[in-house]
């Protein structure tokens, strides 16, 4: 793969699913009934709650959810703030949330209210965990919130095959000299849970990013809208995979991919309300001042995108993070709404 901006921009034509008539009506007796097969739980180093363990036993909907979010996305105490309301937001809307992150050297699933406000007060003294640090954390007894890359590994590992986050991490602007691409993407080439997401994180290359998932066979999947959000923004100017109108297609093009014997991810485009989306130009502006800041200050690797994210909110004077809430929301509730497409599938 070249690093190359030859994608599709709008309004090129976007390919469409079939109906959700066609798939559940025709081809719903051509799929075996998807038998949901989770590892024995590890209890040296998988902890599942209560709650969750007996949701998922008895074929109730789980949404998991990150929780770098918590440790390195939002300031205290609008994170635990923000890490509450979502969770909130996915019980209204029928399903079971699995917040997941280490603590103490356990990866937990499911946080009661004490881990959640440890994590929050900890904020970025805590690690950062992704697929690469997960033994060595798990190890090491220390308390970390998960990225996107290790959410989606220990969600699978439990049995969750939907993950709402806020935006998938991406390929850096710069890549080409600096190689510095997110282990989210790898991630969802190799490991089957849906994320909805609001597209990547504005402060990545998007165009790139999009090539790497081709290359990695990932379909990004625009929830009710034909083009990619840019995470603050609506729209990105490049057109997504394909198009779907309704958690229960979602639902099915899931539980199609498993039956083939895919062991990829899937990216669940959800733009973010317009209410709380930011001008385009406004974010481009912002985003660039904070890169330009950042190679200046020499911030590079793991430290790079939280601090692009800070350096981000105050050029727009709090702006994005507002509009950051405002997504995580969306995406809890539409993840919420999938997870019990999927469970209803299997009764």
């Not at 996107?148 to 049995?159: E, N």
């Not at 979602?250 to 309300?273: F, K």
């Not at 601090?307 to 539409?334: F, H, K, P």
Request: hydrophobic letters at 45%; a negative charge; proline letters at 5%.
């Amino acid at each position: 793969m070249g690093f190359c901006h030859e994608l599709p921009r709008l309004p090129s034509p976007v390919s469409r699913l079939p109906s959700p008539v066609t798939l559940s009506t025709q081809s719903r007796h051509h799929i075996p009934r998807m038998i949901r097969v989770r590892m024995k739980e590890p209890s040296k180093y998988l902890l599942l709650s209560d709650e969750v363990r007996d949701a998922l036993a008895a074929n109730q909907p789980v949404l998991a959810l990150e929780s770098t979010i918590i440790t390195h996305g939002m300031p205290w105490p609008r994170n635990l703030e923000t890490a509450q309301m979502a969770e909130r937001t996915v019980r209204a809307a029928g399903a079971v949330p699995a917040t997941i992150a280490i603590v103490g050297g356990k990866a937990r699933v499911g946080l009661n209210e004490a881990e959640l406000e440890q994590l929050a007060q900890a904020g970025q003294e805590a690690r950062k965990c992704s697929r690469r640090d997960l033994a060595a954390v798990l190890n090491s007894g220390a308390t970390a919130g998960t990225t996107v890359a290790a959410t989606m590994i220990l969600a699978h590992l439990a049995g969750i095959r939907v993950f709402a986050t806020g935006g998938i991490g991406g390929v850096h602007r710069g890549a080409a000299e600096t190689l510095d691409i997110s282990a989210d993407l790898q991630e969802l080439g190799r490991t089957p849970v849906a994320v909805v997401c609001a597209g990547p994180k504005a402060i990545l290359d998007i165009g790139l990013t999009l090539e790497y998932l081709e290359t990695l066979g990932v379909p990004v999947v625009g929830y009710r809208t034909d083009e990619l959000p840019a995470f603050y923004s609506r729209t990105s100017g490049f057109a997504v995979d394909y198009r779907v109108d309704s958690p229960s297609e979602i639902a099915e093009l899931i539980d199609t991919q498993a039956a083939l014997g895919l062991r990829n991810g899937m990216v669940i485009a959800n733009p973010v309300p317009a209410a709380a989306a930011l001008e385009g130009k406004v974010m481009e502006d912002a985003i660039s001042g904070a890169v330009a800041a950042a190679e200046r200050a020499g911030i590079t690797g793991k430290a790079l995108t939280p601090w692009l994210l800070q350096r981000v909110e105050e050029l727009t004077g709090g702006a994005s993070l507002e509009a950051n809430i405002a997504l995580m929301m969306n995406n809890a509730r539409l993840g919420a709404e999938i997870a019990g497409a999927l469970a209803a599938r299997q009764e």
